[in-house]
């Protein structure tokens, strides 16, 4: 459904946690929003099978490596997985895709393979990043140019008010 400027985007769980540490790692937040979508679902609980944790899904010995005291804590959590993942993107020359599945598999599997390892679930998860990046990235573009809509159409009226005031004087 579209959305209006009446009716914002619903509110995002951490943005503004999500929004600082994207912006000190130079990270599109709704990709970082779509990373911890995909990982965890916004739950800063969740514990995966394998022994990621928390809201970016961070093993514990990839947060030992960053210095985290807490991997639960949201704030370290998004910090931390948002600089890793800057880390993986320079590593990999800004290819997201490649940059997703060494966030998901580890980057062993990704330089075993010269690229996305052929596992069902790395490759699931790099489309449905990629997918949910484009539906949050799409929304916000609808956003922009409904506000856009609105500001023309404010324009013109005001305009149209103008130039009938100025008409009555002539």
């Known amino acids: 459904p579209s959305l209006s400027l009446l009716s914002p985007m619903p509110a995002i769980p951490f943005n503004e946690l999500i929004n600082d540490a994207a912006r000190e790692n130079h990270l599109d937040p709704l990709l970082l929003q779509a990373i911890i979508s995909v990982e965890s679902g916004f739950d800063p609980d969740s514990l995966s099978q394998a022994g990621a944790c928390g809201l970016t899904q961070l093993m514990p010995a990839t947060g030992k490596l960053f210095g985290i005291h807490n991997i639960y804590d949201p704030k370290e959590n998004i910090s ?89 004087d002539l």
């Open 80 to 168: 931390v997985g948002a600089h890793h993942f800057r880390n993986l993107l320079e590593r990999y020359s800004q290819d997201l895709p490649l940059s997703l599945a060494a966030y998901n598999a580890g980057e062993e599997p990704v330089t075993r393979y010269h690229g996305i390892p052929p596992f069902p679930e790395t490759k699931g998860y790099v489309r449905q990043v990629l997918v949910e990046f484009a539906r949050r990235s799409g929304q916000a573009a609808q956003q922009i140019q409904d506000a856009r809509s609105l500001v023309a159409s404010i324009s013109t009226k005001t305009k149209d008010r103008h130039d009938s005031t100025f008409q009555g």
